[in-house]
C-alpha cells in the first residue's frame, strides 16, 4: 500500500490543522492506521491509532483530548484533527499502516507515508 500524507503547515499556537493520509494500493480497510511524529533531534513517537473499521482508537498521552484521529475507508483515508496546538508539536507527521492488531511501536508497522511538517509558532 502506497500513503500520501498532507495537510501540514505553519499554525500560531492554539491553532488547528487537520492532516490526511490518502492511501492506494491493496484494502485499506484492512490496515490498522496510525500516525506518528518526529521533531528534531528526537526519536519518532507514537502520536494516534485507530482500527480497522474506526471502532477503536488510540492516542499517547500527550495529545489526549485535543487530537481525533478518524478514517474513511471509502475514501482510504485516514485523518488527524489537530486542535489547541501547542510549540511542542512541531514536528514532521506521518502515517503508517500495519497489516495486523493495534500497536505503539513504530517499528511493527509495514508501511510508511513520507511525512508532513507541522510547525506551531508561539
Not at 519518532?44 to 495529545?63: D, K, L, M, P
Request: glycine share 12%; with cysteine.
Amino acid at each position: 500500500v502506497q500513503l500520501q500524507a498532507s495537510g501540514g503547515g505553519l499554525v500560531q499556537a492554539g491553532g488547528s490543522l487537520r492532516l490526511s493520509c490518502a492511501a492506494s494500493g491493496r484494502t485499506f480497510s484492512s490496515y490498522v492506521m496510525g500516525w506518528f511524529r518526529q521533531a528534531p533531534g528526537k526519536e519518532r513517537e507514537f502520536v494516534a491509532a485507530i482500527s480497522w473499521s474506526g471502532g477503536r482508537t488510540y492516542y499517547a498521552e500527550f495529545v489526549k483530548g485535543r487530537f481525533t484521529i478518524s478514517r474513511d475507508n471509502a475514501k482510504n483515508t485516514v485523518y488527524l484533527q489537530m486542535n489547541s496546538l501547542k510549540p511542542e508539536d512541531t514536528a514532521v507527521y506521518y502515517c503508517a499502516a500495519r497489516s495486523r492488531g493495534y500497536s505503539y511501536n513504530s517499528e511493527e508497522y509495514d508501511y510508511w507515508g513520507q511525512g508532513t511538517l507541522v510547525t506551531v509558532s508561539s
